[in-house]
């Protein structure tokens, strides 16, 4: 079955530090997608990044950057200089390639970025 | 505005009345999903659509729920008879086809 883990519950910085927020994910298929997302007090999930499970390259965006590793099954997010709008729970999700592409979703990792 | 858009926002209701749902998804956009999230908890798939068929429904879905997309553009979600624990946040999405899902704001719900 598939399954996303985000270990950590509540982070709490000062702004302009960095912080990276761990994804852990299972799955028995070969192909997949694997997605962060940001859900705002407002309640809007707001996608932030898409990665499919051939391309293991770092990404960068801005302050946002992104680590996918197969042969740890994580791909962990990292803020850097974060900024109190960061300020949100965090979510990693699954998807299978094609199908229903239905996700399914971490427990999320509420950020509070302190000034 | 080109997001996908839900109404009402917020729903207070008493218990076992029933509720309804709609979600306008983005435009031509053929699959349109709907999820439930509870307080600390990450979403939870219910069902989604191609056009206007529904293909998969969780089981989360008791008989109480229903949902709907008849002309494959806007949808809704009608719980019946309402129950304490189906207070929760229903959220609403939609994909051209792709992998990329975006969502809309969420229904909260509160029964009473």
């Known amino acids: 079955a598939q399954k996303v883990t985000q270990a950590q519950t509540e982070i709490s910085v000062v702004e302009k530090e960095d912080v990276t927020l761990d994804c852990v994910y299972e799955?028995?298929?070969?192909?997949?997608?694997l997605f962060w997302y940001k859900q705002p007090p407002s309640g809007e999930l707001v996608f932030l990044i898409r990665?499919?499970?051939?391309?293991?390259q770092n990404e960068i965006s801005g302050r946002y950057s992104w680590n996918f590793q197969k042969s740890t099954s994580s791909f962990n997010f990292t803020i850097t200089a974060s900024q109190v709008v960061d300020s949100a729970v965090y979510f990693c999700?699954?998807?299978?390639?094609?199908?229903?592409?239905?996700?399914?979703f971490g427990q999320g990792t509420t950020l509070q970025v302190k000034p | 505005d080109t997001g996908v858009s839900q109404d009402p926002r917020h729903k207070i209701t008493k218990r076992g009345q029933n509720v309804t749902f709609r979600c306008d998804p983005i435009s031509e956009h053929n699959r349109l999903y709907w999820y439930r999230q509870t307080l600390g908890q990450g979403p939870e798939f219910l069902t989604y659509f191609q056009n206007e068929a529904q293909l998969e429904k969780s089981r989360l879905l008791s008989d109480r729920f229903s949902a709907e997309r008849p002309k494959g553009s806007f949808s809704t979600l009608e719980i019946q008879r309402t129950e304490q624990g189906d207070s929760a946040m229903y959220l609403c999405a939609s994909t051209p086809g792709g992998n990329t899902i975006y969502f809309g704001e969420g229904s909260w719900l509160t029964v009473v």
């Open positions: 799955t028995r298929d070969t192909t997949y997608y």
């Open positions: 999700a699954l998807s299978e390639l094609g199908n229903t592409g239905k996700l399914i």
């Open positions: 990665r499919n499970s051939f391309d293991e």
